[in-house]
């Protein structure tokens, strides 16, 4: 198995442009979720998803959208990137019958 | 909404010796308190849990005490090796927040050998 997944590992943008994160798990786990994570101030919560086809608003979502079209996969879109979403991104799935979340590697996003 | 406060945010110990951090946190109707290690380069990792009806909980050289009175719980290792220097995370879970986690910001434990 290979977990839990993240496309791509770095990326650099200017202020303006779009992208898109790829979160893929193979472990058929319902929830999923995407962190970003700063300096001293932990993971916080941006989207989360409790199934295939749902997503729902978390601690920061202002400036991020999210879609759940397939259960294996969450995608995290960027529509016009400010230097604030400069950060590192952590995508996490669980199933649906245990507390624990297993993480992906991160992103490493740049806004110049 | 849940606030998770951490202490301290560096931590530096000789090998071999204990380390301990701890963790506030605001919503009494918190139940599931997790800590993971994030080592560099990597995303976290659970190494232990609580839940609120458990006071403490071990897992050979790590421990987690948790007291539902004063809102705070802890994290235990002893005998650090090096390989335990890593940034620790840890959370609390409100029982109305969707078994979502509100994370504490974190502290950087180094085992000097």
């Known amino acids: 198995n290979a977990g839990v997944t993240q496309t791509p590992k770095f990326r650099v943008l200017k202020t303006g442009q779009s992208m898109t994160l790829l979160c893929a798990q193979d472990?058929?786990?319902?929830?999923m979720y995407w962190y970003r994570q700063d300096p001293g101030m932990g993971l916080r919560l941006i989207h989360y998803s409790v199934g295939e086809g749902t997503t729902a608003k978390g601690e920061v979502p202002d400036g991020y959208n999210v879609s759940r079209l397939k259960k294996q996969n969450f995608l995290l879109g960027l529509e016009s990137a400010a230097p604030s979403q400069t950060s590192v991104y952590f995508c996490a799935s669980r199933s649906g019958r245990d507390h624990e979340q297993f993480f992906g590697p991160g992103t490493r996003l740049t806004v110049l | 909404g849940e606030n998770v406060e951490q202490h301290p945010s560096t931590l530096s110990v000789q090998e071999g010796d204990s380390a301990v951090i701890k963790c506030t946190y605001s919503?009494?109707?918190?139940?599931?308190f997790p800590w993971y290690k994030q080592e560099l380069g990597k995303g976290p990792q659970l190494i232990i849990d609580i839940r609120s009806n458990v006071g403490e909980k071990k897992d050979q050289r790590i421990a987690v005490t948790l007291n539902k009175t004063a809102k705070h719980f802890s994290l235990h290792i002893t005998e650090t090796q090096p390989e335990d220097s890593a940034v620790y995370f840890c959370a609390a879970s409100p029982n109305n927040y969707g078994q979502n986690f509100v994370f504490g910001p974190g502290t950087r434990l180094s085992v000097l050998p």
């Open positions: 919503d009494s109707a918190s139940n599931y």
């Open positions: 472990m058929n786990h319902e929830y």
